[in-house]
């Protein structure tokens, strides 16, 4: 195949437009443009940020979108990170980058927005792939062998992603114990449709809502409720969750924490960090959870590094509103040994470079990976493509159900097909080993 000349790979345009996303909220969509490609990448949103994440620039206008318009950010885009990345090659993704991150001069990307930095950072990259006519994931593999995700599939809602009283944010299922990334999935659906009718069965049609990543929200309140009807929707479906599908929780314990009297408050109860701790090592004996969100509150390195070193060697200990794709965060969490496991929001970072960056860093210390959606998502597919061509061995995208939700597990699917006899999913390897380890490779 003959070499594209360099000029093809030239960025020769950027534009930007306010759409919406899966809540109906305004968010950023940037088109990019070489010399033979096209790139558009929609940049998500999350109703539960961690602090430390990078900045998501909004107009505060409350006679539009009730303030959250993103015009400053389209304008961002167009009258100033766009003018200058035109005319630069589209495969110098780390200094494209950089340069994005200098022109912002702010820590968290305060001041022209994460939205705006990774709308231009990843429509370069859809573009610079669409120039080499391949697919993202092999656009981004390097030394790596391609390898499809097990998918996180948050079947049941609650915290901030649900109308109703229970404190963690979300019921989780790893479907492992399968050959093929299409029958994870298809378990995965026939799960959350077993757990659809147990719900009205229980509480009558009409009273089961579904929150914001598809899962159900029914009216509950109890954490332990919630698991016993996940588990049991996974035994009436027919599987094992010795064997096939195991669970899994996001506590979000920023959403329940005070930081004042540094308690937590968990089933109408108030929980000192011990008696949490305490909390989540009897669930874990109790249920058969191997992945563990977020804990404790986004500054306790040390009651993630307790739990670690209690639970470590049979869950994967989850770090999200502590890292916050930082990579600078996970070197000290890896220091620390507080978790095992990173999740990774491109948002997060506010760039392609640096959510690979801190990816890299929880890789080279054996942690598992796990690249995430947000709440308020988009049809963009661009995580799945990532999710395998960086060999993250997880995906987080939400139910079976929703469309930007379906449209990541859809593209999955295709890219299973496309690899043919290379494809290789990697649930059995995370059932069989040290949940903490999926991002080896």
Known sequence: MTPLPNSDYIIKSVKAREVVDSRGNPTVQVDVRTGTGFGRFTVPSGASKGRFEAVELRDGNRRRFHGLGALRAVRNVEKTLGPAVIGMDSRDQEKLDSKLVRMDGTKNKGRLGANAILGVSMG??????DTAKVPLYRMVYGKRRTLLPVPLMNILNGGKHADNDLSFQEFVILPCGFDSFRDALRSGSEIYHTLGKSLTGKYGKGAVNVGDEGGFAPPLSRVREALELVGDAVEEAGYSTSREVVLGLDAAADSFYDSRSR???VDGELFEPGELFDFYVDLCKTFPVKSLEDPFYDEDF??????TRRMGSRVQVVADDLFVTNSARVEKGVRLKAGNALLAKLNQAGT??????ALDVARRAGFGLILSHRSGETEDTSIAGLAVGLATGQIKAGAPARGERTAKYNRLLVIEEELGSQARYYGPRFLRGSPGGSGRD
């Open 124 to 129: 370069v990259a859809r573009a610079r792939a």
């Open 263 to 265: 308690t937590y408050r």
């Open 302 to 307: 040390l009651g993630f590094a307790r739990l």
């Open 352 to 357: 392609l470079t640096e959510t690979v960056a």
